[in-house]
T-cell receptor
Framework: EPEVTQTPSHQVTQMGQEVILRCVPI?????FYWYRQILGQKVEFLVS????????KSEIFDDQFSVERPDGSNFTLKIRSTKLEDSAMYFC??????????FGPGTRLTVT | AQKITQTQPGMFVQEKEAVTLDCTYD???????LFWYKQPSSGEMIFLIY??????QNATEGRYSLNFQKARKSANLVISASQLGDSAMYFC??????????????FGTGTRLTIIP
């Protein structure tokens, strides 16, 4: 069964450093998302991406964040200068436009 | 106002019993979808069941069913014959009117379900 994959599974970085979280959505999917879950809290929408551009972004998704689909298969989330409060689990999700969003296993980001 | 409300932060249920996890939602849209996801301790998000706002029948998927009461804006998850492997965090989520290219989900705060042997 096709699945969304994410790398790395765990990333530790120092405050102020740039991180890139990578996702490979399911191949025929057209809509891509990033969500964030701070430990013990609910899952929060960050950004949606379609047709090589951002469809919507939340207030969390400030200028420190960017997304890219560099090669038609990968979908990346970049945080330019990480802060302690960016520590969270980051989920990538994709859908072909039907109802189900397929989530990846997540990347746990720890900022020290 | 919260769009998705899950009022049970934690529940303990005896193995083999049925359990109902509550979810109420708030939307003014006519077209929307409701989802339940399971998050085990390993952290991944596992899709369980979906209910569309125009679906007349309650959704069922194996041991999972969704008790959809549109007028009351509730979408409770029912797990029949609970198993130890059902112990996890359960999130209710909603997708409102689909904007082209954007079907973002709004999640509730979750219910931690623990199955007791």
């Amino acid at each position: 069964e096709p699945e969304v994959t994410q790398t790395p599974s765990h990333q530790v970085t120092q405050m102020g450093q740039e991180v890139i979280l990578r996702c490979v959505p399911i191949s025929n999917h057209l809509y891509f998302y990033w969500y964030r879950q701070i430990l013990g809290q609910k899952v929060e929408f960050l950004v949606s991406f379609y047709n090589n551009e951002i469809s919507e972004k939340s207030e969390i998704f400030d200028d420190q964040f960017s997304v890219e689909r560099p090669d038609g298969s990968n979908f990346t989330l970049k945080i330019r200068s990480t802060k302690l409060e960016d520590s969270a689990m980051y989920f990538c999700a994709s859908t072909e436009g039907t109802y189900e969003q397929y989530f990846g296993p997540g990347t746990r980001l720890t900022v020290t | 106002a919260q769009k998705i409300t899950q009022t049970q932060p934690g529940m303990f249920v005896q193995e083999k019993e049925a359990v109902t996890l509550d979810c109420t939602y708030d939307t003014s849209d006519q077209s929307y979808g409701l989802f339940w996801y399971k998050q085990p301790s390993s952290g991944e998000m596992i899709f369980l069941i979906y209910q569309g706002s125009y679906d007349e029948q309650n959704a069922t998927e194996g041991r999972y069913s969704l008790n959809f009461q549109k007028a009351r804006k509730s979408a409770n998850l029912v797990i029949s014959a609970s198993q130890l492997g059902d112990s996890a965090m359960y999130f209710c989520a909603m997708r409102e009117s689909v904007l082209f290219g954007n079907e973002k989900l709004t999640f509730g705060t979750g219910t931690r379900l623990t199955i007791i042997p």
